[in-house]
């Protein structure tokens, strides 16, 4: 155990400023060496309580606790002699503005204080509590536990079958005394006919425990052979920290509200001691890492082109487009799951289609469960986006209790939302497969964003084309933006969007043809333009696909059935 020095003129001249009395020198050393032999005689207690794999843990924070309070001390004594109490300066132009900041100083100084006593709690708790993964010696200490389960549930078959051959404990070699009287006291206690020493309910919890453990075991053996790299991104890197187990992005300078609030919501911290957003090392994290756009890899050098008329590789063809990935459970994925679903990837839509619909039926899709942290049903599988060059993914569709749930984060990154590709697939993944709710982020107070779930059909979508009423309602506000320039107003174009939503779903047939005569009046008159042209013959196409029946409707047009002619 080390003591750490104790500024001892400091001291002196704290005591001088609040006291009249002489200050006795050594004394504030003093009280800090019974303080920490105190910690010293509670850590050696605790040693003896546990295993010898969590004594070095133990003095760890007995020399923390020590060097910490050390500080605590000094500071607190800097603090003190930077003003004198009034009744030594006396009541006469006393700095009154000066001792309110002294006394916030020392309402700070007195809460570290608190926190460092904390540290007693700590060493009370090291080896009586579970073992963090953040600990460098999880596995081995894992397996000091497993090998003490173990041991325990040989010795309790060894009793348990010593009293079926003896009918009695007396005698017990593997028990002592005190260990047999209190078998017997249970005994005593049970309410089964022919109790045993051992309950078997006693065994089968030790054995779910040896489970347990084993499986923890293998999990991070597994983890602790992963090679995990960083990357680069514009304006800073992203390092994985092996041995504190932590993901760590570290920015070149400070970012602005928007990527803290991102880093945040994302399960990062700020960590001032090391300069850097940080959390748990974990595949979760660094699944959001690699969603967040703020944190996209900057771009690889391009691999050198091929000879002419050489084979073009699976992985080379996809390079220049966009494949797609399924998880058929990502509960198990924000639940850190011991068993998590797999990460699967596809070339085409087709083959992930495919796979998504072999697992849309599936019942856990449609079970009710609590609903997350932000108030909407869980998400359960999921179909994502991703480029073939790794650079950029994005979820797109989540299955909530039984419902499709579009997932707007292309929105929120450039590459994904300016590419026609991705607008294409996200139109052709609405047709084919189908959204029925919309999750939308919408501006609060000028800062916050509040989440609200809109029925797809009705979605504002400026995006892709849907053949919904939202969508094509917010490409006739285009349309009038491209003949009438006008000031962009939010609360206009919803007024706007939220009628022509109302006139196509009175009736899609008649709602239909008075839009179709009034998109082609403005093409008429404005079809010199060509962006109006464009614009008007995009959205007649759409319109016309809008009027195909849903299957809601489909089930509705049953054909009649025909009365007997003897009625």
């Not at 090998?147 to 028990?175: I, S």
């Not at 590789?313 to 990502?330: R, T």
């Not at 990460?343 to 849309?360: C, G, I, N, T, Y």
Request: hydrophobic share 35%; charged share 30%.
């Amino acid at each position: 155990m080390q003591y750490y020095p104790i500024d001892e003129a400091l001291a002196r001249r704290a005591k001088t400023m609040i006291s009249f009395s002489d200050y006795v020198e050594g004394s504030a050393t003093a009280e800090y060496r019974r303080a920490v032999d105190e910690a010293a005689r509670l850590a050696e207690q605790q040693k003896r309580k546990v295993d010898l794999i969590h004594h070095d843990r133990i003095d760890q924070l007995l020399d923390t606790y020590a060097r910490r309070l050390a500080e605590n001390i000094n500071q607190s004594n800097a603090i003190t002699a930077r003003v004198p109490s009034i009744l030594i300066a006396g009541g006469s132009n006393f700095p009154v503005r000066k001792k309110e900041k002294q006394n916030r100083a020392a309402d700070a100084n007195m809460a570290e204080w608190r926190q460092i006593q904390g540290l007693l709690d700590k060493i009370r708790g090291t080896g009586r509590g579970g073992i963090s993964a953040d600990d460098p010696e999880a596995v081995q200490k894992l397996k000091s536990k497993l090998a003490g389960l173990e041991q325990e549930q040989e010795k309790m078959k060894a009793v348990n079958a010593y009293y079926r051959k003896h009918k009695t404990l007396d005698g017990c070699p593997l028990l002592t005394q005190d260990e047999i009287e209190k078998r017997k006291a249970a005994m005593a206690r049970d309410w089964q006919a022919n109790p045993k020493p051992y309950p078997g309910f006693m065994l089968t919890n030790n054995s779910a425990s040896i489970r347990q453990v084993k499986s923890r075991i293998a999990e991070l053996s597994a983890k602790a052979e992963t090679e995990y790299e960083g990357w680069a991104f514009e304006g800073g890197e992203v390092k994985m920290d092996r041995q504190d187990n932590r993901l760590r992005v570290f920015f070149h300078e400070k970012p602005d509200r928007d990527t803290c609030s991102a880093m945040r919501h994302n399960g990062f911290k700020w960590a001032p001691s090391v300069g850097a957003w940080q959390r748990q090392l974990t595949d979760n994290a660094i699944y959001a890492a690699k969603h967040l756009d703020c944190l996209r890899p900057l771009p690889v050098e391009p691999p050198v082109p091929e000879q002419a008329g050489s084979v073009q590789g699976p992985a080379q063809g996809a390079a220049a487009g966009w494949g797609f990935y399924i998880i058929a459970d990502l509960k198990t994925w924000a639940d850190n799951a011991a068993k998590r679903s797999e990460l699967e990837h596809f070339p085409s839509f087709e083959a992930a289609k495919a796979r998504f619909d072999e697992l849309r039926g599936e019942p856990y899709n449609s079970e009710a469960v609590e609903p997350g942290p932000d108030g909407q049903p869980p998400a359960r599988l999921t179909l994502g986006l991703e480029s073939a060059d790794g650079m950029s993914a994005a979820d797109i569709l989540h299955v909530r209790q039984g419902e499709n749930y579009l997932v707007t984060d292309f929105t929120r990154s450039e590459r994904l939302r300016d590419d026609p590709m991705v607008m294409d697939i996200l139109s052709r993944v609405s047709r084919e497969i189908g959204f029925d709710q919309v999750r939308v982020w919408e501006q609060a107070d000028g800062s916050r964003q509040l989440l609200s779930v809109v029925p797809f059909e009705k979605w504002d979508n400026p995006w892709f084309p849907s053949a919904t009423a939202g969508s094509i309602a917010a490409g006739y506000y285009e349309l009038l933006l491209r003949c009438h320039p006008m000031p962009k107003s939010d609360q206009f174009r919803s007024k706007q969007v939220e009628s022509i939503v109302q006139l196509l779903q009175r009736d899609k047939k008649t709602g239909k043809n008075q839009l179709s005569l009034m998109i082609a009046e403005l093409a008429e008159q404005y079809g010199s333009l060509e962006a109006v042209q464009k614009q008007a013959e995009a959205l007649t196409k759409e319109l016309a696909q809008y009027n195909e029946p849903g299957p809601d409707e489909a089930r509705q047009r049953k054909p009649k059935r025909k009365k007997s002619q003897e009625r």
